[in-house]
């Protein structure tokens, strides 16, 4: 098969994959996440579930597909909007408990959990003010509703994208109720789905530009993390900041903390001229191939993740190499 029907039949797939999914809109439901149906009213989830079309209990877009995806816009990232439920009769006749005592959403607190997700913190923040404080016996006590954002894998070689999925997971545990001795816990989780769009995963319909590009795709993804160099995290990660806020005076010609990197001369990222930058005395070109001349340079970035694609290491380097300007497209990473 040539290159050229290659890539028409993916484009085809594709097309048809999204079709499918827009025969099937999402509706908003209240669903129980699994789990005893003894327990499982005690936490539910109010959202637009799609998926599977047979008994939708998640949801599953294509980016860009008005029909679930909120913004309706191809940008590389589905917003999907999810509300909590205490004390749920969505299925009366399978659960009949008097109330909750705690709902925990799993990987809420930024405290160096590596699967810590601000949208998570946002949505315990919220049951905990709109379900709390705590006994509940209030039936179908809800929270507002939570955007969550999830991107899609890429684009990387060829332009080539996968989809991405988050996991929303609940722990809710039960009063306890006259003669009952022990806590009943009702465990739930949604998945959220976002598959590329239609057409296939141009970066110039993704992203505004290649700076664009390398902070949602690099350093939003692998970077600005918890833990590493997140707002709350960065000052014992080398004080580097690589939230979009604090660029560029926070990367450009700027000298890094670690001695070694100074002594080479080195800056974070450094800027010869506005149309022109030195990958070589680029710290954190360095850092994220892994070419470091010495122990006292510190470990290769992401720590703790697997290495950066080629593909994003590439649009690193072409960005520096034209001064990493702030807007425009660099040949090459678009």
């Known amino acids: 098969m040539s290159a050229h029907i290659a890539f028409r039949t993916s484009v085809v797939a594709l097309a048809m994959h999204a079709l499918l999914f827009r025969s099937a809109p999402a509706v ?8 005893s149906s003894r327990v499982d009213c005690l936490a539910a989830f109010d959202a637009p579930v799609n998926a599977p079309a047979a008994k939708p209990r998640g949801i599953r877009c294509a980016d860009g597909d008005p029909a679930c995806d909120l913004d309706g816009t191809v940008n590389g990232v589905c917003n999907f909007r999810v509300s909590v439920c205490a ?3 969505f299925n009366p006749a399978a659960c009949a408990l008097n109330g909750v005592r705690l709902i925990t959403v799993e990987h809420a607190a930024d405290n160096g959990d590596p699967k810590f997700d601000p949208e998570f913190q946002a949505l315990q923040t919220r049951i905990d003010s709109d379900i709390g404080p705590y006994p509940n016996n209030d039936s179908d006590a809800c929270t507002t509703a939570t955007n969550f954002f ?3 894998k890429g684009p990387l070689k060829n332009d ?5 999925k988050k996991q929303i997971r609940l722990i809710a545990e039960s009063t306890l109720a006259a003669g009952q001795g022990t806590i009943l816990v009702d465990k739930d989780k ?9 057409g296939g995963c141009d970066p110039g319909a993704l992203f505004t530009g290649t700076y664009d590009r390398v902070q949602r795709q690099i350093f939003n993804q692998s970077c600005a993390v918890s833990g590493c160099h997140d707002s709350n995290s960065f000052v014992d990660a080398g004080n580097l900041l690589l ?3 604090a660029f560029p005076a926070n990367l450009i010609n700027r000298t890094p903390t670690n001695a070694d990197a100074n002594g080479l001369g080195w800056k974070r990222i450094t800027q010869v001229d506005p149309n022109t930058g030195d990958p070589d005395t680029s710290f954190l070109m360095h850092k994220l191939t892994g070419d470091l001349p010495g122990s006292g340079l510190g470990a290769r970035m992401p720590r703790g993740r697997p290495k950066l ?10 960005w520096i190499e034209a001064g990493a300007p702030d807007t425009g497209w660099v040949s090459g990473t678009d």
């Open 87 to 89: 004390n749920s009769t």
């Open 150 to 152: 999830v991107a899609i």
């Open 309 to 318: 694609d080629a593909t994003l290491i590439n649009v690193m380097k072409l």
């Open 190 to 198: 949604l998945d959220l789905v976002c598959d590329p769009p239609v």
């Open 243 to 245: 939230e979009a806020s």
């Open 28 to 35: 908003a439901a209240i669903v129980g996440g699994g789990g």
């Open 160 to 164: 080539k994208c996968k989809r991405n």
